[in-house]
């Protein structure tokens, strides 16, 4: 399997789409000025303690305050509250735990209101990214993520992935990081560690390490509510945790990013250094890479397969809904028992993909076409969960039930990623009355003439659909449209068709290629 990383950049936020075999399967945004990211690490203060619901709210800097259940404050919560007190009192001088007395570790069933006070300074992580009306969900567990290790303060146990099969490399590996880890640090060894060399995972450890010290080092001199570590940015998070063999092209669209991210690869994977590309094309480049158009079709309503079938898609507050229709794909040769097994096999894989696509959390239920033989129930279920392995949020899914319904459960995360696809009406502009096409043309021509002839702009470019393209080029090179503009203007004006543009939009460049308001 080929896997592309498509990164667009603008000024607002960068869109970051993963491709398997040219299908788009992941579609993240971040926004340039996002407060909040899983994994960054904020010292906050104790606010109220609900001990009907064992949990605590805790402010830091965030609109609403923070969540921490209990469950959620980890085996060491005594020893991570101990050492924060330290560092901000000036007694703890060091960032290593080798000579920290740890406390005991909590019990798994105990109340909030023996572990925290209120007012109490406390170091949190986040865990869950602020979704509606909610605020981030945080814990006490602390861990850093790098590419082959995740590091976890306070701890002492030794994991080894469980996609690891090899009983020697996994005892190797174990080996291994009980002689390098320091005291009191415990390591969750990840996938891609298999057969890696002991130099790629110390300089791994010690980087991680060293994030460690840039923490304590903020946390000694910190005021809550406070960011003390950022979690590493969602495109090179991206690549950490993607980037593998399969890979064969990242392609970025900013000069300034993709210098960023040629260092990260060689830091990383330094033979992998080579399938970073610039992209530097006229259009778009989720135009040109043919991403822009899957996108289009893939978050609607309806979304539909080649086979013809199609998923129809609800969202309600408690839960998401798929609905599978076979549309005009049954086979007349074929009985009706086989055509919805085939349908459903269809489904099962872009259900799994819109999943993924989406990052849609919670209770999901799938309604497919009934089948009454139980080995097709049993197929089914079984393709639905080999499509979901890849899927690295924690999920459940139960077998169909009686009347044709699988149940999935999965984890979330982030917000859902919600792209609207559905275009304004052209003419009307969503108010009931019809503008007049035609005056399209000259609302160009006057924006033209301002930018060039009052602002003395040269070397224009003008993107708009391909079918308003066709219209200024169509005709006669002295009639077009184009060239009555060249003989107006006394400069050529580079025409491009956009498939992403609204049919009655048009965008103005300038010669750097910037969007001009005009």
């Given at each position: 399997m080929n896997q592309e990383l498509i990164i667009n950049s603008t000024p607002g936020e960068v869109v970051i789409a993963l491709l398997n075999d040219k299908r788009l399967v992941e579609l993240h945004r971040e926004k340039n000025n996002a407060k909040y990211s899983v994994g960054d690490i904020y010292l906050g203060t104790t606010r109220k303690i609900m001990s009907g619901l064992n949990a605590v709210f805790i402010d830091v800097g965030y609109e609403k305050d923070a969540f921490l259940h209990y469950h959620d404050l980890g085996p060491h919560a005594r020893s991570v509250l101990k050492y924060t007190d330290m560092c901000l009192k000036g007694k703890q001088q060091v960032s290593n735990l080798m000579y920290f007395k740890h406390e005991p570790e909590i019990q798994k069933d105990g109340k909030i209101t023996d572990i925290v006070k209120s007012g109490l300074p406390v170091l949190v992580q986040i865990a869950k990214e602020p979704i509606s009306a909610k605020g981030p969900r945080v814990t006490t567990e602390i861990s850093l993520a790098g590419r082959y290790l995740v590091l976890i303060p306070f701890g002492e146990k030794v994991s080894i992935s469980s996609k690891i099969r090899s009983s020697e490399e996994k005892a190797r590996l174990k080996e291994l990081m009980h002689n390098i880890k320091p005291k009191h640090f415990g390591v969750i060894v990840r996938t891609v560690a298999e057969n890696k060399s002991v130099a790629d995972l110390e300089g791994d450890l010690n980087d991680l390490i060293k994030r460690w010290e840039t923490a304590f080092q903020t946390l000694k001199t910190g005021q809550a509510p406070q960011q003390i570590l950022g979690e590493m940015d969602r495109t090179n998070a991206i690549?950490?945790?993607?980037?593998?063999?399969?890979?064969?092209?990242?392609?970025?669209?900013?000069?300034?990013?993709?210098?960023?991210?040629?260092?990260?690869?060689?830091?990383?994977?330094?033979?992998?250094?080579?399938?970073?590309?610039?992209?530097?094309?006229?259009?778009?480049?989720?135009?040109?890479?043919?991403?822009?158009?899957?996108?289009?079709?893939?978050?609607?309503?309806?979304?539909?397969?080649?086979?013809?079938?199609?998923?129809?898609?609800?969202?309600?507050?408690?839960?998401?809904?798929?609905?599978?229709?076979?549309?005009?794909?049954?086979?007349?040769?074929?009985?009706?028992?086989?055509?919805?097994?085939?349908?459903?096999?269809?489904?099962?894989?872009?259900?799994?993909?819109?999943?993924?696509?989406?990052?849609?959390?919670?209770?999901?239920?799938?309604?497919?076409?009934?089948?009454?033989?139980?080995?097709?129930?049993?197929?089914?279920?079984?393709?639905?969960?080999?499509?979901?392995?890849?899927?690295?949020?924690?999920?459940?899914?139960?077998?169909?039930?009686?009347?044709?319904?699988?149940?999935?459960?999965?984890?979330?995360?982030?917000?859902?990623?919600?792209?609207?696809?559905?275009?304004?009406?052209?003419?009307?502009?969503?108010?009931?009355?019809?503008?007049?096409?035609?005056?399209?043309?000259?609302?160009?021509?006057?924006?033209?003439?301002?930018?060039?002839?009052?602002?003395?702009?040269?070397?224009?470019?003008?993107?708009?659909?391909?079918?308003?393209?066709?219209?200024?080029?169509?005709?006669?090179?002295?009639?077009?449209?184009?060239?009555?503009?060249?003989?107006?203007?006394?400069?050529?004006?580079?025409?491009?068709g956009v498939a992403s543009q609204p049919l009655m939009e048009y965008t103005i460049y300038d010669k750097s290629m910037d969007e001009i308001d005009a």
């Open positions: 690549l950490r945790d993607f980037l593998n063999p399969s890979f064969n092209a990242v392609h970025v669209n900013d000069p300034a990013l993709y210098e960023d991210l040629k260092h990260y690869i060689k830091a990383i994977a330094p033979d992998k250094s080579d399938i970073l590309k610039l992209f530097a094309g006229k259009v778009p480049i989720f135009d040109a890479l043919g991403v822009e158009k899957q996108i289009k079709g893939l978050f609607g309503k309806t979304v539909h397969m080649k086979s013809g079938a199609y998923l129809v898609i609800e969202h309600t507050e408690a839960l998401h809904v798929f609905d599978v229709n076979s549309g005009n794909r049954a086979k007349s040769e074929q009985t009706q028992e086989q055509n919805a097994l085939e349908v459903n096999l269809d489904a099962a894989a872009e259900v799994a993909r819109q999943l993924r696509l989406r990052d849609m959390g919670g209770i999901i239920v799938v309604d497919f076409i009934d089948m009454h033989n139980p080995d097709n129930r049993r197929k089914l279920f079984d393709r639905l969960k080999d499509e979901m392995k890849s899927d690295r949020a924690k999920h459940n899914i139960l077998p169909p039930s009686k009347f044709g319904l699988i149940q999935i459960t999965r984890q979330r995360l982030r917000p859902e990623v919600n792209v609207e696809v559905l275009e304004t009406c052209p003419n009307c502009n969503g108010s009931g009355k019809s503008q007049p096409s035609i005056l399209l043309a000259d609302q160009i021509t006057n924006a033209l003439r301002f930018l060039i002839k009052d602002e003395g702009q040269k070397g224009l470019s003008l993107h708009v659909h391909p079918y308003l393209e066709a219209y200024i080029k169509k005709g006669k090179w002295f009639k077009s449209l184009q060239w009555k503009w060249y003989f107006e203007f006394k400069q050529w004006i580079k025409i491009a």
